[in-house]
């Protein structure tokens, strides 16, 4: 794997990261929203789902 592609691995998992409790903060925040926010964390896990192979690659 070269450094490149690891560099943007890291990032991207900084970021799921960061967008995962930021999610959690609302939610627990605003517990009425809780059910939408959980689509929109299907949503990004979905495409993490696809992005990470094509990076690991």
């Known amino acids: ?3 490149l592609a690891l ?3 890291v990032l991207l ?3 799921v990261v960061l967008v995962v409790a ?3 903060d609302l939610a627990h925040r ?3 929203a809780a ?4 689509v929109g964390l299907g949503g ?3 495409l993490g789902m696809v992005v990470v192979p ?3 690659r």
């Open 54 to 56: 094509i990076v690991v």
């Open 22 to 24: 930021l999610l959690m």
């Open 7 to 9: 560099l943007v691995a």
């Open 13 to 15: 998992v900084l970021v």
């Open 1 to 3: 794997m070269s450094s």
């Open 35 to 38: 059910t939408p926010m959980f």
């Open 44 to 46: 990004v896990t979905a």
């Open 30 to 32: 605003y517990p009425k």
